[in-house]
């Protein structure tokens, strides 16, 4: 089995920075990439960053200058650092792990269990 841990939502003002954590635990043989999803009340989940294993990186436009995603790859950990946060940047936020359990794969991807971010005065 595989298991992502989160950790690091809560309540910003406006303006201000949170940083989320999330650690893949378990049956890994390989993580292929991770990154963070959010959805919002009535809206769709939409990508916010992914990390992919080389060093590539992708952000949801409306967070590109503000958000940094990064992973520690021995602990199997992916964080975001978020600045400058938004109201608008309200949601429960979702990690995720494309990883291969065994050589050769398959693929498989595993969620987190989401952490509520906040940003309100």
């Known amino acids: 089995q595989v298991q992502l841990v989160e950790s690091g939502g809560g309540l910003v003002q406006p303006g201000g920075s949170l940083r989320l954590s999330c650690a893949a635990s378990g049956s890994i043989f390989r993580v292929n990439a991770m990154g963070w999803y959010r959805q919002a009340p009535g809206k769709q989940r939409e990508l916010v960053a992914v990390s992919i294993s080389g060093g590539s990186t992708n952000y949801l436009d409306s967070v590109k200058g503000r958000f940094t995603i990064s992973r520690d790859i021995a602990k199997n950990t992916v964080y975001l650092q978020m600045n400058s946060l938004k109201p608008e940047d309200t949601a429960v936020y979702y990690c995720?792990?494309?990883?291969?359990?065994?050589?050769?794969?398959?693929?498989?991807?595993?969620w987190g269990q989401g952490t509520q971010v906040t940003v309100s005065s």
């Open positions: 995720l792990a494309d990883l291969d359990r065994a050589p050769g794969g398959p693929q498989f991807r595993y």
